[in-house]
């Protein structure tokens, strides 16, 4: 470990109430990873954090630490927080390379899990690390969900999600890539080949539509599409971004580094709903931000925009009278996704929200008994430590429903 993560692990207060614990969505035990590293005792360290969180190593570096563990942190008041995200990136990282799976005792029951995202992974850990016969059905061609086709290689490396394949691997996990169920296969035919239980963690990959003229033609693109390949895409120079989410950062940031010279993106009032820390990123990379432009309609010259009037409280009050044509080569709409429904639709009894998310109880099952689910697919866009931290309770659900069945 690098001097500089020793001495920040020094630093820590170890607090009777650790408030970095409390700010933490999967409620890491910080102060205790950080007295086991201090007293030379890393590998306990490692395994207490991949325990709590299998995704230990991708959420110390896309979490929004900003107010979650450093936001909370006590130090903070009056100075630098501790920074545990990089402890723990260093030795989660670490961890994924040698971690050994001792031989487990395999039971009899089959678990189907749909979806190799956040959610998926930590549920097909889980339940193998406790000797379940676990298949994951992946509709891509390799796993990762949004943590591959989703963000960024420059913001989580490939490379990192990669491993994740090779401990799936040790656990005797089977992958079925390109597999979408809802279609060739149903929910139906998975308790007929004797899975016990099954869990969607299929996230949120249909892109949110404006419902505007324009959003069909060919320099008209979704941010979710553009991130799975960007490759693919031939912007020009000047982009057009609608929105100003974090997947609307990781658009312009992803188009600077394509080539693109000019990119601007454009909310309808002065709310950013992406991070500080993703919004200062995107400004450092070169990307420029516009208030109060209501997009009414998209040309082949590029969006049109309604311009708003806002009152002392930044409150939108009324728009100009004439709309404002700006000059683009693309136009990339970036305003959240929902669930897609072909597993809604082709299985009996499973009832979707008003939005098209799943249902769930409190002990994470949808309106189909044996039929669990949780993340995106359930409270639409959110983090990925929130999609780990409802995974561990679907986890736990699933093996109660077994044992009591």
């Known amino acids: 470990m690098g001097i500089h993560l020793m001495t920040e692990a020094n630093r820590c207060l170890q607090c009777k109430k650790p408030m970095c614990m409390e700010g933490c969505p999967i409620h890491t035990n910080i102060p205790v990873a950080i007295n086991l590293i201090k007293n030379g005792k890393r590998d306990e360290a490692e395994e207490m954090l991949f325990e709590n969180n299998p995704l230990s190593a991708v959420c110390a570096i896309i979490c929004n630490h900003e107010e979650q563990c450093a936001g909370h942190c006590v130090m903070a008041r009056k100075g630098s927080p501790i920074r545990f995200y990089e402890i723990e990136k260093y030795v989660s990282d670490a961890y994924l390379d040698k971690i050994e799976v001792d031989p487990i005792e395999k039971r009899d029951e089959k678990i189907a899990v749909i979806g190799s995202g956040p959610a998926g992974l930590t549920v097909a850990i889980i339940l193998a690390k406790k000797g379940y016969r676990v298949t994951i059905f992946e509709e891509k061609d390799k796993i990762g969900g949004m943590l591959r086709y989703g963000i960024p290689d420059f913001r989580l490396s490939n490379d990192l999600v990669d491993k994740y394949a090779d401990i799936l691997k040790k656990?005797?996990?089977?992958?079925?890539?390109?597999?979408?169920?809802?279609?060739?296969?149903?929910?139906?035919?998975?308790?007929?080949?004797?899975?016990?239980?099954?869990?969607?963690?299929?996230?949120?990959?249909?892109?949110?539509?404006?419902?505007?003229?324009?959003?069909?033609?060919?320099?008209?693109?979704?941010?979710?599409?553009?991130?799975?390949?960007?490759?693919?895409?031939?912007?020009?120079?000047?982009?057009?971004?609608?929105?100003?989410?974090?997947?609307?950062?990781?658009?312009?940031?992803?188009?600077?580094?394509?080539?693109?010279?000019?990119?601007?993106?454009?909310?309808?009032?002065?709310?950013?709903?992406?991070?500080?820390?993703?919004?200062?990123?995107?400004?450092?990379?070169?990307?420029?931000?516009?208030?109060?432009?209501?997009?009414?309609?998209?040309?082949?010259?590029?969006p049109v925009f309604n311009i708003a009037k806002f009152d002392e409280d930044d409150k939108v009050v009324g728009y100009e009278d004439e709309p404002v044509q700006v000059e683009a080569d693309s136009t990339i709409i970036a305003v959240s996704q929902v669930a897609k429904n072909k597993i809604i639709l082709t299985t009996k009894d499973l009832k979707p929200s008003e939005r098209g998310l799943l249902l769930i109880d409190d002990n994470c099952m949808t309106s189909v008994p044996g039929v669990f689910a949780a993340g995106d697919v359930v409270h639409g866009s959110n983090t990925v430590v929130h999609a780990v931290d409802e995974s561990k309770r679907a986890a736990k659900a699933i093996m109660d429903y077994l044992n009591a069945v």
Request: charged letters at 25%; a positive charge; zero cysteines.
């Open 171 to 302: 656990l005797d996990i089977k992958v079925r890539p390109n597999t979408v169920l809802g279609g060739a296969l149903k929910i139906e035919d998975l308790f007929r080949d004797s899975y016990k239980a099954i869990f969607i963690g299929t996230g949120v990959w249909r892109p949110k539509t404006l419902g505007i003229v324009g959003e069909s033609l060919d320099n008209v693109h979704f941010g979710i599409a553009y991130l799975a390949n960007p490759d693919a895409f031939h912007l020009g120079k000047r982009v057009a971004i609608i929105g100003m989410g974090n997947v609307a950062m990781d658009v312009a940031r992803t188009a600077i580094r394509h080539g693109a010279k000019e990119v601007t993106l454009y909310a309808r009032s002065k709310r950013i709903a992406a991070s500080n820390d993703e919004l200062e990123y995107a400004r450092f990379d070169g990307a420029d931000f516009k208030f109060g432009y209501a997009i009414k309609e998209i040309t082949e010259a590029g």
